[in-house]
C-alpha cells in the first residue's frame, strides 16, 4: 500500500483529500502544518507528499526545499495560486508536479500513480550509467566524470555525490540513455509526466538549468547538455 503524507491546514480540503485517497487504497496521514510533516517524514517515511504552500508556520516553496533535501520522494504542489511563477518556484525548489485548487480528485490520483510509478520503477540490472536501446547496454562517459545508477538512483559527478530531484533524475536519465538524440521540450515534459500536466517549457529550462549547474564546470559553456536552438535540448559524450 502507498504511503501519501498530506500537508494541508485547510480541514475542508484536507479531510475531501485524505477520504478520496484512503477510499483508493492509499495510506494517507495529513499534518496541519510544516513542522509537523517534517515530523512525519522521518516517522510515517511516505512514498510521496502533497503539500500546500500556503501553511501557518512555513512558506511553502522554502518548506518543498527542506523536504527536498530529506527525501528523494515525488512532492506535488496543491495550491491556489495558478501563477506561472509561482509553479517555476515550485519546480526550482524541488517539486516534481503543480496541481491547481479546484482540482479533480480523478486527476490527483493519475499524477499521484504517474509519479510513484517511475520512482518505484526498477531495471532488470544494476548499472553505473543509463543505457541506450538495448537496455542493458552501457554508455562509457568519457573520463568517468558522470556515474549515474539507475537502480539506486544517485549521481555521482566527478566523485561528488549530487542531490537531484525525481523530474532531474529522470531528465538526465532519459538524455543520457539517448546520446545525440535531440529532444523537443514537449518531448521531455511528456516524458517526464506521461500526461497532461501543468509543468511548461520554461520549466524545462528550468531543470536543464539546473541539472548544468550540478554535472557541468561550466554551465554556460556546457559540454554534455546542449542545447539545438529552435528545438530542445541533446546529452553529448
Not at 555525490?161 to 546520446?179: A, C, D, G, K, W
Request: charged share 30%.
Amino acid at each position: 500500500m502507498d504511503r501519501v503524507l498530506l500537508i494541508e491546514d485547510d480541514d475542508i480540503i484536507g479531510e475531501m483529500i485524505c477520504m478520496y485517497l484512503k477510499e483508493e487504497d492509499f495510506l494517507v496521514l495529513r499534518c496541519h502544518n510544516g513542522q509537523e510533516g517534517l515530523t512525519a517524514l522521518h516517522n510515517f517515511q511516505p512514498d510521496l507528499i502533497l503539500l500546500d504552500l500556503i501553511l501557518p508556520d512555513f512558506e511553502g516553496t522554502e518548506l518543498c526545499n527542506s523536504l527536498r533535501g530529506l527525501t528523494p520522494v515525488p512532492i506535488i504542489i496543491i495550491s491556489s495560486n495558478s501563477k506561472v511563477s509561482e509553479k517555476i518556484e515550485a519546480f526550482t525548489v524541488g517539486a516534481d508536479d503543480y496541481l491547481c485548487k479546484p482540482f479533480s480528485m480523478h486527476e490527483m490520483k493519475a499524477r499521484i500513480q504517474v509519479l510513484l510509478r517511475r520512482f518505484k520503477k526498477e531495471l532488470p540490472a544494476e548499472q553505473l550509467v543509463a543505457a541506450p536501446t538495448p537496455i542493458r547496454q552501457r554508455i562509457t562517459v568519457p573520463a568517468m566524470e558522470l556515474q549515474i545508477n539507475l537502480e539506486k538512483r544517485t549521481l555521482h559527478v566527478r566523485g561528488e555525490s549530487i542531490e537531484m530531484t525525481f523530474s532531474e533524475f529522470e531528465l538526465i536519465r532519459l538524455l543520457v540513455e539517448h546520446p545525440e538524440r535531440v529532444y523537443r521540450r514537449e518531448d521531455l515534459i511528456n516524458a517526464l509526466r506521461g500526461f497532461d500536466s501543468y509543468i511548461n517549457e520554461r520549466a524545462i529550462d528550468v531543470h536543464i538549468t539546473n541539472l548544468r549547474r550540478k554535472i557541468e564546470i561550466n554551465p554556460k559553456e556546457p559540454k554534455y547538455i546542449k542545447t539545438v536552438w529552435g528545438v530542445g535540448y541533446k546529452f553529448v559524450i
